[in-house]
């Protein structure tokens, strides 16, 4: 088994380091601070091909591997979330959705915008009184002759307010569950969509995140992904897919707190020797090595799995419960290592303990996860 990269995959790594290194990490801080949304920034990551990895170069994408789409994330992520989970979104609920489900002719019109950074996009499942039951959504559609109309309420929309392209789940009947929900494309820019302002939120606070009214939103015909009537089934395969984005994403703020541990262990001095000398700091930045490791692993793994034929729902599930959750114990630890300084604002550690507490929730909480993977063993179970 080979677990190096290979020549595209270290070319990307390098380039997004690069590229995060020297454009993200000066205004981090301050974009924290300000929680104002970064559009020049995204205009670069378009430019090289960072918002379009994985749609085919014949609809303007870079026809990157998934691998490759989640060093570019972890990468991102290691210097500034916020940005890293605008770029997830448009990425991997937004294009994967429309590349996957989408008829040629809407895959010809919307990706080429997407995958340059013109537009920005998102996805809209979330509703104030649907978060992890996604089967009780209440937004309904209804068929109009030369449109669908769309009416109801979506809750913790990333990207809302700057993207234009939104994958919006709806019900025809709430009364028919699952089989009642369809997926559609919405196009933002018009009267009957109304965001509101962003919410105030403990962490990624450059990244826009907001409540979405839809009051009449026209939807074309022939944006429809898929069929009518499959849209849960479409919405599960995405999560299946977008979850090892949050977990590329855990994994990258989790590196970034061990590098900082590491560098105030080594300068900090207690005892008459550096922190970094002292058993019980060298053990916890050990554990929280290994545990980043462990978590790259199982990301990878899932990563393969999705490359193979069939549903990678467990896998997908394990490695994101794995990393979000290990994201938290690092960013915490990293706090504990700093002392009082953890505490402070001034230390980049604070801001990533804020960062990382979103990692357990969006995408699926960690209880869903272990409901995904539950689910799946009972199925083993049956053969064995």
């Keep these: 088994m080979d677990f190096s990269l290979d020549e595209q995959q270290t070319m990307v790594r390098d380039m997004v380091r690069s590229f995060a290194e020297q454009r993200l990490r000066p205004g981090a801080a301050a974009r924290d601070r300000s929680g104002e949304f970064p559009h020049e920034l995204f205009a670069e990551m378009g430019e090289l091909g960072l918002l379009g990895m994985m749609v085919p170069e014949a609809y303007g994408g870079a026809g990157m591997d998934l691998l490759s789409y989640l060093i570019a994330v972890e990468e991102l992520a290691r210097v500034d979330a916020a940005v890293a989970v605008g770029m997830t979104v448009t990425n991997s609920v937004c294009c994967w959705p429309i590349m996957t489900f989408g008829s040629e002719a ?49 809750a913790w929309i990333t990207n809302g307010g700057v993207g234009r392209f939104f994958v919006c789940l709806a ?5 028919l569950g699952t089989r009642g929900i369809s997926a559609f494309v919405l196009d933002a820019d018009q009267d009957g969509v109304v965001f509101d302002p962003p919410e105030e939120k403990m962490g990624l606070r450059s990244s826009t995140t907001c409540m979405v ?3 009449g939103a026209r939807v074309a015909k022939t944006a429809m992904l898929g069929a009518e009537g499959q ?27 061990l590098e900082e541990s590491l560098r105030y262990a080594r300068d900090r001095k207690q005892f008459g020797k550096p922190i970094i000398e002292h058993q019980a700091i060298a053990f ?51 706090i504990q290592i700093h002392g009082g300084y953890g505490f402070s604002s001034e230390y980049p550690v604070e801001r990533y303990f804020r960062d990382a507490r979103v990692v357990t929730i969006y995408e699926g909480t960690s209880e869903v996860q272990r409901l995904v993977i539950a689910r799946a063993l009972a199925e083993h179970a049956k053969a064995l």
């Excluded at 997407?114 to 809209?124: C, D, N, P």
């Excluded at 019900?171 to 009364?175: G, I, L, M, Q």
């Excluded at 799995?305 to 960013?331: T, Y």
Aim: net charge negative; with cysteine; proline share 3%.
């Design 213 to 215: 009214t839809l009051d």
């Design 284 to 334: 916890a930045l050990a554990d929280m090595d290994v545990e980043i490791e462990a978590a790259r692993g199982l990301m990878w793994r899932a990563a393969w799995a999705a490359s193979q034929p069939g549903r990678h729902s467990r896998e997908s599930a394990a490695a994101k419960l794995f990393a979000s959750e290990m994201c938290n114990r690092v960013a915490s630890r990293a």
């Design 106 to 154: 809407l895959k010809a019109e919307l990706l080429p915008q997407l995958a340059s950074g013109e537009r920005l996009g998102g996805f809209m499942l979330t509703e104030p009184d649907a978060g992890s039951d996604a089967a009780s959504l209440r937004t309904r559609y209804r068929d109009e002759g030369d449109h669908w109309r769309l009416d109801g309420a979506k």
């Design 171 to 175: 019900t025809v009947d709430p009364a």
């Design 231 to 257: 849209g849960f089934r479409i919405a599960l395969a995405t999560l299946d897919h977008s979850r090892l984005g949050i977990a590329a994403q855990s994994v990258g703020i989790a590196t970034a707190a």
